[in-house]
């Protein structure tokens, strides 16, 4: 019995120092343990700190940020703010977003608009800025010849530049230095005496051949002697507002027709452009490349290629 009784004992007392054995070694692992980085002090552990730098003493939400902070500067802090990227400049409400606004009245609300203060009037994309049709970075509300071709460099009229004033735009200019006051040619170039007479140009037709207009081989430069035929053609076309026109391109079947097609868009550009210089309105004119559809003359000669390689005036309407 005794001994049973101390058996009992022996049991009691092993169970007993396990647990406080147990005890001391979980003390003994806490006191051991390491608390995590936190730079900045601010109770929060820097693997999960979005604001690493906060200033001493702030008070700061779960992740790290002072409470206080205000992103986009809008005045409603970013734990307020459902909108916490406000465009600045912006009126907003208490929730931190755009008050639905259209101040420029162009029918984008304030809060889309990438241009809020458009012109009353003005035509706009979905962003809210002008529309520039002929893509040359000036608004079609400023641009004073909006149909300008694409290559062609403008000035803050969206017209073809004229470096030397000589009133032959740089793209056309074949003399881009010509000093002050020289009176210039139609390709920009100081006048000669004996400057020859235009010829004469037949009234517009339905469609008809620009005779004497001629490019440099393989580009879209019109040569010279092309000038005093397209200065006929400009002052019949100012005669005659109310005409509209397509200038129509056509080169010979040589090389692909790819590359065909795309030359003689930019020489149809080229040709609107000149006209365009010469005071005919943008509006009326159209250009359009063809490539070599529509041969006026068999391809398998040199001289009917010649004729291929053309440039046609056709009427659209008054």
């Known amino acids: 019995m005794a001994g049973g009784l101390a058996s009992t004992e022996n049991k009691e007392s092993a169970l007993i120092g396990a647990a406080v054995g147990g005890g001391l070694g979980w003390w003994a692992c806490r006191s051991m343990e390491k608390p995590l980085p936190d730079a900045d002090k601010d109770g929060v552990p820097d693997k999960v700190d979005m604001c690493p730098d906060t200033p001493s003493g ?23 703010d459902k909108c916490a990227a406000t465009l600045k400049g912006l009126e907003v409400d208490s929730t931190g977003c755009p008050v639905n606004k259209d101040a420029d009245g162009d029918g984008v609300p304030d809060d889309l608009d990438m241009c809020i203060n458009t012109p009353a009037g003005a035509k706009v994309l979905a962003n809210g800025c002008e529309e520039d049709t002929d893509g040359d970075g000036v608004p079609d509300t400023s641009d004073r010849c909006a149909g300008t071709p694409r290559e062609v460099k403008v000035g803050s009229d969206g017209c073809a530049l004229d470096t030397d004033a000589d009133g032959v735009p740089d793209v056309l200019d074949r003399c881009p230095d010509t000093k002050p006051a020289v009176k210039v040619d139609t390709a920009g170039c100081e006048m000669l005496s004996s400057k020859s007479a235009s010829p004469p140009v037949a009234p517009i037709k339905d469609k008809m051949v620009l005779k004497g207009v001629n490019f440099e081989s393989g580009s879209a430069t019109i040569t010279r002697d092309s000038f005093p035929t397209l200065d006929n053609v400009a002052l019949q076309l100012k005669a005659s507002p109310g005409t509209k026109v397509e200038i129509a391109g056509f080169t010979d079947n040589s090389g692909t027709d790819v590359l065909n097609r795309a030359l003689s868009q930019r020489r149809a550009e080229m040709v609107m452009s000149y006209l365009i210089s010469k005071g005919v309105p943008a509006a009326n004119l159209v250009a359009k490349g063809y490539g070599p559809d529509q041969p006026i003359a068999d391809n398998a000669s040199d001289d009917g290629r010649a004729q291929n390689r053309r440039v046609e005036l056709r009427l659209l309407g008054n």
């Open 58 to 80: 702030s008070q700061v939400t779960p992740n790290g940020c002072d409470v206080n902070i205000d992103t986009d500067g809008d005045g409603i802090p970013d734990r307020n």
